[in-house]
Structure formats: C-alpha cells, structure tokens
C-alpha cells in the first residue's frame, strides 16, 4: 500500500468516489481512497437510484443539476453504463400550497437552467395512464430526470478516478487519524499507515465515529427508509411488450411517497412520519451491505394512499421491501466543505439524496480542496452551519424531523418545532409573556412576531387540505396555533406591519442575543484585521464600522461589525445563523506567533436593541451618559452604564431608524431589559421580531449573506463599495476583487419597486425577465411598511442596472411589472440614523 498521497478520501459509497474522481479530474492523481469493505456497500447499494433535481435550495440544486449533467457523459469516458434512465419526473400537486411550492421553485430553476414543465391533470394521465388524477390540480415535470444504478454510477467513477491516476483500496479500515506536528496527516488503517496533506471523510453512516477520530462532533444520525418493489404488473408488460415508454418517476408530494416502474412491477417509497433514527451509536464493525427487518405498518396510510392514486400497485404481490439507513442532518441538506478548527480536513456527508447530489458535491468540494474556493455559493450545505448544540439528543430528533418532512410543503415562513426551545435568552419568558411567536437560528429562540394577547388561529382559519400532508403551522402541545405559513401574506402579515409602524412612529425593544461575537485583541490585532478585512479598521476607541472578509477570488465570504472598545481591543458582531462559520475563518486566519487573541462572547454576551425615534429619550432616562448626536453620534460606542448594568452601546442598527444595540453581561439582561420597560411605559414601548426586522431593512437595500453577498458576487456587484478601503495597501482578496472587476462584472445588484401585488411579494429566488429573456433573479422580497411598496432586492445584468428601467419578475406564476429604483427607498439620506 502507499505510504503518502496528497489526499486520502475514506469511504467508498458513491460520495467517496465522486469526490475522488472529481479530485482526479482537477489534476491531482496522488489521491488514494480508503474502504473498509467492497464499494458501495454502505447505503449506496440498495438506493433506489432516483435523481430528483427539485430542490427549493439554489446551492443544492446547482449541485443536483451538475450531477443529472455528469452521469450520462460517464459511459463516453469510462466505457462503463451507469445505467442513467431519463425518464422524467412528474410531481403532483393536490392543494394550492403545493402549487406555490412548485411555482417558487420554478424560479430557483429558471434561474439556474434547469428546465421545468408544468402539467394539466390531463396531461399527466397522457405520460401516466395507470394513475387516477382525482383530487390533481396539476404537476411539475422535470425532463431531463430520471433513475440511475448506484452501484453501475460508482463502479463508472471509480473507473474514471482510476483513468486518471487515483488508486482505490478495498478491504482498508481507517481506524485512526492524527495530525502531526508538521500540520500533515497520519491515516492509520489495518493494512498499513498513509500520510496526507489532505482527507476527505465520505464516511456515510459511519460519520460520527470518523469524525470522532479528529474530536469532530459531525451532526449526521441516519434514519431508515424502506422502499418496496412488486412483482411484475400486467398492463405494465404490456406497456413494454407494445414498445411503450417508461411511464418515469411519479412523486405525490402531498401523500410523501414516490413511484417508479421496475423490472415490470412498480417501486415505491414513501417517506413515513415515525421512522426512527438508527446507526445512533454508529453501525456495527462488521456492517456491509445491511438492511433492517421490514417494518410495513409504518407505511400504511401512504401504501393505501399510494393504491388510490395508482390502482395497480394494489394488484399486485410484494416481492421485496428495502429497509436501509439513509444520513440525515438537522435541516435534511449534506454536509460538505472544510470541517471546523481542523486544517485540510474535508467533509462529505450527510447525504440523504447522495446518489443525486454526489457528482456535485464531489466536484465542489474538489475545487475548495484544489483551488481554495468552491465556484458556487455552498452555505446551504456549510458543514458549519450547524454549531455545538447540536449534540446527540437534538440530532436525533431532527434527523427524524427532517426525514417526516422531505415532502411537506417547503414553506419560506416555516419554523420546524422538534428540537426546540434548546437555546433561550434570559428574556425569553418576557418576550413570550409578550406575545412572542419565536422562530428558530442556531438553535436559539428568537421572537419572529408579536401576536396579541389571546390570540390564536381557528380550524377554519388554518384552512387544512384534506391530504395526508397538510403542516401549514406548528403544533407545539398546550400552545395556540397563531401563524400560518405560507408564500404568500398569511395571518402575521399586519402584524408585521404594526411592528414597523411602532418602532417607526415610537419606540421597540427587540432582543438580538444570538448575534455571533468574539473579541480579537492582543498587540497584533489592529494590523492583523486591517489587513484582512475590506474596510479601514477603526483607529479611534468608540468608532464602529462594517467590514467584510473576502474569498480568494473577490466574492464576500462574511460580514462584521467591527467596535473598537479600547486599544487593540475590538468587539465583531456577525450573523447568528453563521458563528461557527466565522470564527472558524477568522481562527484560521490568525497569526500563529501568539500576537493576536480570539475569546468567543456569543453565550457570555447578549443583545437588546432599542429603536425609533423616542429610543433617546427613553435611554437618557436610564443613564447619566451624553446620549446627544454630538456625544454619542451614529456608528460609534461606549461603555456606559444603564441603571446598575454597565454595557457596550453600539450606535447602529439594521433597520434605519435612530437606536442603539445593546451589547450586556447575558446574566444582566431580564434587569436591563425590565429598566427599559418600566422607563419606556411613557413612551409606549413594544417589542418587535425578526420580521419587522428584515422588512425595515428591505426598505434601506441592507445586504444579507447568502443572498445579495455571496462568494459568487465580487464585493463590487454587491454594491459594497462604501466598505472596501482600496486606499489601504491590501486586504483579503483585494487584487483577485480588482482583477476581477478589470474582467468585468456579469451581476449589479438593484432595488426594485414591484407593482399591482395584493397577495403574495417576492422573497429571493424569483425569476426577473425583460421579454422572454431571464436577466436577473431576486435575492430578497417583501413587503416595506414605512414606504408602502412591495420591494425586492435583484441581482441583474449590470448594463440594466438603472434606477428607471422596467422589468418583469414573476411570483409565484404570475408576471408582475417591476421598475428599478434608487437604493433605500426609505430615508436615503440616514436622516433618522443621524437624529
Ligand atoms: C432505501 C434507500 C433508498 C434510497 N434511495 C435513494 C435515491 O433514490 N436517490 C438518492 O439520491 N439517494 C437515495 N438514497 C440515499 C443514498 O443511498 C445515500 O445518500 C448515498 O448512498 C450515500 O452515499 P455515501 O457514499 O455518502 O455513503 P455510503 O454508501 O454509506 O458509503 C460510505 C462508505 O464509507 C465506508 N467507511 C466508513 N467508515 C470507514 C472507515 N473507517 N474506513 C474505511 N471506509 C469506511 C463504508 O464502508 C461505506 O462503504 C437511498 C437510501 C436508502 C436507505
């Protein structure tokens, strides 16, 4: 065996040897693979083959699109058939929600090229005459999808890896990993030891115990999933018999369950509410090609729902049930990139529709590992996205969680209830006392919206279709129900827009404590950040500024707010969805000669924000600090005290209103939080949600990550040209961003005013056209309260970019006219940040 190799990829399921094929491809033929019994016998095997390219997420769908592209050209390079059927996918739809879904995701589609077609019942019974279209109100057609052999997909791969150099052993189980001093890595296996510049653990079910090798808690629990063939079925012979197409993949979203002919009997899989997690602790040393006993009473109800819209699978026998564990994480998309506070150690897992995703996820993964960067924006599949409190006990509930809800309607409003309420803010008894409705990030609760005192929707306000998936809003024991979700304005909606008017006209309290912060300080940390991040770092003790870290190439990787509390002392404050992801670039980048120092506050500090007009009035109350614009302008802090609570206040706020955030001691929070309460009586003080939030800060263009700032748009087609310091001799990313801008840009990002909306705004993905022709797609969209306009915020080609133009942009399958507009349709000037 070899003793050295570039890379070392573990685990030989079709992950493993797309991404060692994929590696290959880039150049590098110094790769080995490593696998403990014969290829594809983890779950690989027994997977039903099906390539489902719907995916409402704009980075998995881009890796699924890649994969449907990859496998048919595999026999032209490999001599090997992988067994690719493009028989088309057709999904039902029975309720007006699902044809939402359906149109929303046409949009992530269009927009990344994957072709989409929609169907009348009628034509569905044209492709499809054994199907009984009661109750169908029409379908989505994907033509280019269909059903592969995963075995046949792997063996062509790993044919194709071995064309190109790679070297794959069998029979190898890596039975430790260690890092040497020289920052390389030491693969032990039975057969032998391997060192490595790089590893790439594609481990499937076995992730936890390789991640624990490395001290790596990897949030993967598999879960069973059963699937069952028939035996051959009459008409379907005679279908093959008269030369018949293959009638494709049939998929009744409403009932969870897809079908598709096999062998001349039908298969079919539904995806029941109940199954358990397994492999909990890992599978067994001697695991291969394994299945778990049936457990068919589960799939009752989707069975009998399943004979009602396909008579024939009723009428004939059971001839095999597959019961095989499939990886699941917390949010149900794969695990792929760098793993956290590990140099060169790679993840691909995770994988619940890894046959479909493994060709893209190997040849993203392959460019992060070869060139430093992935090409496509891939926070949707981050492996920290997810961050420590995503333990055994949570993993399991909503690795169950995600898998009953692979079908349900994909609502962009929806907050899943398992695994909750883990991570509290010390007002969170307050804020629902309020009437707090809390969504979930990061595991933490954090108030969406304030629903009246006694609220609560009626059965009849749910309005639930009459189908076997019908969630359009939680169910938490013992509570009301108070929203509905949907995509387009539900029961909150004005709610929402009372929010906004209040903090408007008044003042609001919005608690913010899951916002990420670290502190970097030590006699190297000004120059250290300033020559990382994009923006001057503040010089001067108490100014605040917004600075971002670059990719290699130019395109936005994070956002900071960066305070400088005291000489080479600064306080960052980043998204709360991304703090694992954040700090660990920040950790990576730090100098190893000890001149800087990271300490993490996310836990140990919280966040209260106070906004509106009257905010000054009711802190002045509070504090002897000069709370005046001359003493304490917008974008800058100090340390002050608030009643007996001494606290950072950071002037700034991300709805552009006059307020300020903040920043205290967590275990100080219910006594600032009741100060501001008792002294803002008098101003009429309310607590407002993340959905005001993000609302006011549609109306002043505020960029998020992963939508208008992404590492697929230079800083410049983000529009951050405010934030990039070129004055400063360098920052990551700097020439790659100029050379890039030299190239010219392909993208500018636009607001734009959306006209004759009465239902239903946009929310980020939609399709924006001039003519027939797609020139854009929106990243963001809703409704703004204080400027009274449906709004979005678009990247488009940059020569339309100006304010003026008209365009189309269709939600949810209607057109709609959109004219751009000039950035921050609310108070362009910052008069109400400045007061
Ligand atoms: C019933 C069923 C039906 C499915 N149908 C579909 C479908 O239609 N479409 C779809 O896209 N997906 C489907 N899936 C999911 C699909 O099977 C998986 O997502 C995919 O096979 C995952 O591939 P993988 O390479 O990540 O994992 P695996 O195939 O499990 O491969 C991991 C490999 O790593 C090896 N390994 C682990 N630890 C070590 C070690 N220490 N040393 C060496 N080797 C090691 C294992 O032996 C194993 O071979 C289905 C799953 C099930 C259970």
């Given at each position: ?13 079709v992950v ?31 997977a039903a083959g099906l390539l489902p390219l719907f995916n409402?997420?704009?980075?998995v769908g881009?890796l699924h699109q890649y994969s449907v592209?990859?496998y ?17 996918n ?55 999808d269909g059903y592969i052999?995963p075995?046949?997909l ?180 794969p ?16 994988h619940s529709f890894g046959v479909t995703a493994a060709g893209g996820a ?474």
């Open positions: 065996m070899k003793t050295t190799a570039r890379a070392v990829v573990i685990g030989g399921g493993g040897v797309s991404t060692l094929y994929h590696l290959a491809k880039m150049g590098w033929s110094d790769v080995v693979l490593l696998e403990r019994k014969e290829l594809t016998s983890g779950s690989t095997w027994h409402l997420s704009y980075s881009k592209g990859l048919p050209s595999l026999e032209a390079e490999t001599g090997l058939h992988a067994g690719f059927s493009q028989v088309t057709i999904r039902l739809a029975t309720t007006r929600d699902r044809m939402d879904e359906y149109h929303y995701y046409a949009g992530v589609a269009r927009t990344i090229g994957v072709d989409v077609n929609f169907l009348t019942p009628d034509q569905v019974k044209d492709i499809w005459p054994l199907a009984d279209m009661d109750g169908v109100i029409g379908a989505i057609q994907h033509p280019d052999q075995a046949d792997t063996q062509a791969l790993a044919k194709g890896a071995r064309q190109r150099g790679a070297t794959i052993y069998r029979n190898t189980t890596v039975t430790a990993i260690t890092e040497q001093p020289n920052g390389e890595w030491l693969v032990s296996t039975d057969q032998g030891d391997i060192t490595c510049e790089h590893v790439v653990s594609c481990s499937g079910n076995f992730a936890r115990a390789t991640g624990a090798m490395v001290g790596l808690d990897i949030p993967v629990i598999p879960v069973e999933h059963q699937y069952i063939v028939t035996e051959q079925h009459p008409d379907i012979m005679a279908r093959k018999k008269a030369g018949l197409p293959e009638m494709g993949v049939l998929r009744e979203s409403d009932a969870s369950y897809y079908m598709r002919e096999e062998a001349g009997g039908l298969l079919l899989g539904p995806y029941e509410v109940g199954a358990p997690a397994c492999y909990v602790d890992g599978p067994a040393a001697n695991s291969e090609y394994e299945l778990f006993p049936d457990a068919l009473e589960r799939l009752e109800p989707y069975i009998l729902a399943a004979m009602k819209r396909v008579p024939a699978f009723g009428e004939v026998g059971i001839k095999k049930v597959y019961n095989g564990a499939i990886a699941y994480t917390p949010d149900g998309s695990i792929v990139g760098p793993a956290w506070g590990l140099k060169n150690f790679w993840l691909n897992e995770g190997g040849w993203q993964l392959a460019h992060w590992i070869v060139d430093g960067e992935p090409t496509i924006d891939m926070m949707g599949v981050d492996p920290r996205r997810f961050g420590d409190y995503a333990g055994r006990g949570f993993l399991i509930e909503k690795n169950e969680e995600a898998y009953a809800k692979v079908f349900t309607v994909h609502y962009p409003d929806e907050e899943r209830e398992a695994g909750r309420a883990l991570r509290r803010t010390p007002c969170y008894d307050r804020m629902k006392a309020l009437g707090a409705v809390f969504g979930s990030v990061f595991g933490w609760e954090r108030p969406n919206w304030f629903a009246p005192e006694s609220y609560a929707l009626t059965e009849a306000d749910l309005d639930k279709p009459d189908v076997l998936l019908n969630d359009n809003h939680p169910v938490v024991a013992g509570e009301a129900v108070r929203e509905k979700w949907s995509f387009r304005r539900s029961n909150y909606f004005t709610h929402v827009g009372n929010e906004c008017r209040h903090v408007h006209e008044n003042v609001g309290i919005q608690d913010m404590s899951a916002f990420a912060k670290c502190e970097i300080s030590g006699p190297g940390a000004e120059a250290w950040l300033d020559q990382l991040l994009t923006n001057a770092v503040p010089k001067k003790v108490g100014r605040v500024t917004l600075s971002y870290l670059l990719t290699d190439k130019g395109g936005v990787r994070c956002e900071f707010t960066v305070y400088k509390m005291a000489p080479q002392r600064y306080y960052l404050v980043s998204a709360g969805a991304y703090e694992r992801h954040d700090h660990d670039y920040l950790k990576k980048a730090m100098p190893k000669d000890g001149s800087v120092s990271f300490e993490r506050l996310t836990t140990s500090m919280g966040v209260l924000v106070l906004a509106g007009p009257k905010s000054r009035a009711l802190l002045q109350k509070l504090t002897d600090a000069n709370l005046s614009n001359e003493a304490f302008p917008w974008l800058t802090g100090q340390k002050i005290s608030i009643g007996l609570a001494q606290v950072e206040v950071l002037r700034v706020n991300f709805i552009g209103e006059l307020g300020w955030e903040i920043h205290h001691p967590i275990e100080m929070q219910n006594y600032i939080f009741d100060e501001l309460m008792a002294a803002g009586a008098e101003f009429n003080i309310k607590p407002f949600g993340i959905r005001a939030m993000t609302s006011m800060a549609l109306e002043k263009s505020y960029k998020l990550i992963p939508r208008e700032l992404s590492v697929e748009y230079a800083a410049f087609e983000s529009g951050l040209d405010r934030f990039v310091s070129l004055k400063k001799p360098g920052f990551h990313g700097k020439d790659a961003l100029l050379a890039w801008q030299a190239k010219g840009f392909t993208n500018a990002l636009v607001t734009m005013e959306v006209h004759g909306v009465t239902d239903a705004d946009a929310r980020g993905s939609e399709a924006i056209y001039q003519g027939d022709e797609i020139v854009g797609r929106a990243t963001s969209g809703g409704y703004g309260w204080r400027v009274g306009k449906s709004l979005a915020l678009a990247m488009v080609r940059p020569d339309l970019a100006v304010a003026g133009t008209e365009m189309e942009i269709a939600i949810l399958g209607t057109r709609y006219r959109a004219t751009i507009i000039a950035d921050s349709p609310f108070d362009p000037d910052n008069a109400a940040l400045r007061s």
